[in-house]
């Protein structure tokens, strides 16, 4: 009988694996999504892609929290939080569209491709937190 070891090399490399087609999956619904956008196509041809990318988004979002909470007051939580909220403009400025996922986009570069310094900045602690331990709560 084989005993449950989150930290085991396994467990670990199936967590990496299902991460990464998450993030795969979410990359390539925002392709199909965000070209549908850009390209002014009717909306029927890449709903699938946007249903695809909230279901994916949500699922990234909630892997992070879980996780750590302290994820939710880093730059990278609190910029994926302000694109969700640029997000829910499109049904007020519907005719923006296309700026809007503009914005996103290069938002969500910023979160990914950012420096270490930047993503991990807490706006409570007005300072870069990597770990659990460096902050109490």
Known sequence: MSTYDPH?????????????TLRGLHVLSIAGAGGGILLQIPDAQWLNYWIMTMITGC??????????????????GVLTLLKIAILMCFTIVP?????????????SVLVTHGPSSLRHYSIIHRRQIHSKEEIKG
């Open 8 to 20: 085991s090399e396994r467990f670990f490399q199936i967590k990496r694996i299902t991460k990464t």
């Open 95 to 107: 005719e923006y569209k296309v700026e809007l996922v503009t914005i996103i986009i290069l938002l």
């Open 59 to 76: 699922l990234l979002m909630l892997w992070e929290v879980v996780r750590d909470w302290r994820w939710l007051i880093q730059l990278k």
